[in-house]
Structure formats: C-alpha cells, structure tokens
Nanobody, 119 residues
Framework: QVQLVESGGGLVQAGGSLRLSCAAS????????MGWFRQAPGKEREFVAA????????YYSDSVKGRFTISRDNARNTVYLQMNNLKPEDTAVYYC????????????WGQGTQVTVSS
C-alpha cells in the first residue's frame, strides 16, 4: 500500500524558509513523477512543483520559480520542497502526490501539511 507522509510545515514570517518532506513507501517509485501541490482557503488546489524520480527533471509553477526547489533522496525514498523567501500568499496546505509517468493524473496523495506565512 502506497503511503505519502508530509512533514515540515509550520508558521514562518515573510521572507523566511521552510523545508517540507514527503516520505514515500509501499512500492518503488522508479518511473514515477513526484509532485507538490497546495490549496489555500477558498481556492482550488494548484500545482507547485514536480520531479521525475528517475531523471531528476524538475518543473515549477511560475509563482514559485526561483524561490522553491524540489529534490529527492533516493536512499530515503523522500522528496523535499525547499521554500525560500516565503510570502503570505504561499500560505496553504501543501500536499505531496505521485503518478506514474504514463498517467495524466496523480493517484497517490499525502494528508497535507499546513504552511502559514505571516506578514
């Protein structure tokens, strides 16, 4: 059974940094794309960043490009989201997700971790 468990959220002042972790278990993730999404109150869930597990190719939304970095530790089966220069508009619940590279939808999701950025 696939499990994605996020951690690392919290309260930080604007301009600060946080690192989110997503511990993945239950299968090998070779061939998978690991993604981070977020959902702010009253808004739809939006894409933040993604990484192909095998090649390490990365993708970012325009709103976080240059501030956030997605990475992985193969030995730990963990994906990270380093968030720098945080802004109040980054406040949201952040979710880790996974999909096989041939599918168009993410079929595994974590429970989410809250990130709150104060001004």
């Amino acid at each position: 059974q696939v499990q994605l468990v996020e951690s690392g959220g919290g309260l930080v002042q604007a301009g600060g940094s946080l690192r989110l972790s997503c511990a993945a278990s239950g299968r090998t993730f070779s061939g998978y794309i690991m993604g981070w999404f977020r959902q702010a109150p009253g808004k739809e869930r939006e894409f933040v960043a993604a990484m192909t597990w095998n090649s390490g190719n990365t993708y970012y939304s325009d709103s976080v490009k240059g501030r956030f970095t997605i990475s992985r530790d193969n030995a730990r089966n963990t994906v990270y989201l380093q968030m720098n220069n945080l802004k109040p508009e980054d406040t949201a619940v952040y979710y880790c997700a996974a999909r096989y590279y041939t599918t168009s939808y993410y079929d595994y999701w974590g429970q989410g971790t809250q990130v709150t950025v104060s001004s």
